[in-house]
């Protein structure tokens, strides 16, 4: 147990769906984090949050909307998904601070996309 | 050029033996450097974080650190099947930035 809870584990969804990937921390950090997980593929990181601000933006299609209404909560919102979407989404937190940027990973979420 | 390279693997060491797992690293600027282990299934945990050159040890994990080469490696002593695994090099710039780029792991068969 990391300190990292991330609902639901498992998602089917078609591409006309709307649904949401919920992330939780408990471990009182400043930071948090989506990375999508495909075969073979390095961690893509999609979106940082630093005290409830968003830092990171990494040209994440516009179908993926992460909301984050506080330091312990983070949320994606998916719409329109294609089936190349399919994927693990890590949800991760961080103490933040100069180089010590190590972080806690949820178990993720399993996304497919129908 | 990848901003974080591995070998794929599978890299298959015997039980007992030292498993040796290379990471290469193209920006030069980098200060933070880690290793996840990731068991299929599951999510990466960390198991060494490195900020300056030379080798830090941590129980059978030996971290490896060169930033004039821009190298990063991770040695096992005594692996065991349990080490048996993906590991993750990570690389962070380390100026207060959030930004870190992860490899596409090494994956490493450590045979009873």
Redesign the interface.
């Not at chain 1, 933040?96 to 993720?108: C, E, M």
């Not at chain 2, 380390?94 to 490899?103: A, E, S």
């Given at each position: 147990e990391?300190g990292v809870t991330q609902t639901p584990r498992h998602l089917v969804m078609g591409m006309t769906n709307k649904k949401s990937l919920k992330c939780e921390q408990h471990l009182g950090h400043n930071?948090m984090?989506w990375y999508k997980q495909s075969a073979?593929?390095?961690?893509e990181?999609m979106f940082?949050y630093?005290l409830e601000e968003r830092?990171?933006n990494n040209s994440v299609p516009s179908r993926f909307s992460p909301e984050c209404p506080n330091s312990s909560h983070l949320f994606l919102h998916l719409h329109t998904l294609q089936p190349e979407d399919s994927a693990l989404y890590?949800c991760a937190s961080?103490p933040?601070?100069?180089?010590?940027?190590?972080?806690?990973?949820?178990?993720?979420t399993r996304l497919s996309v129908l | 050029q990848?901003e974080?390279e591995q070998n794929?693997g599978p890299l298959s060491v015997p039980e007992g033996a030292i498993a040796s797992l290379n990471c290469t690293y193209s920006d030069r600027g980098s200060?933070?450097f880690?290793w996840y282990r990731q068991y299929s299934g599951?999510?990466?945990?960390?198991i060494m974080?490195i900020?300056s050159n030379g080798d830090k040890e941590d129980g059978r994990f030996t971290a490896q650190l060169n930033k004039a080469s821009q190298y990063v490696s991770l040695l096992i002593r005594d692996s065991q099947p349990s080490d048996s695994a993906t590991y993750?090099c990570a690389v962070?710039r380390?100026?207060?930035?959030?930004?870190?780029?992860?490899?596409?792991?090494t994956r490493l068969f450590v045979k009873a």
């Open positions: 990391t930071a984090y073979k593929k390095p961690l990181l940082v630093s830092v990171e890590l961080s933040g601070g100069l180089a010590k940027n190590i972080q806690y990973f949820g178990a993720g | 990848k974080v794929s200060q933070s880690f599951k999510s990466p945990e960390l974080s900020y993750l962070n380390g100026t207060g930035g959030f930004k870190t780029i992860f490899g596409a792991g």
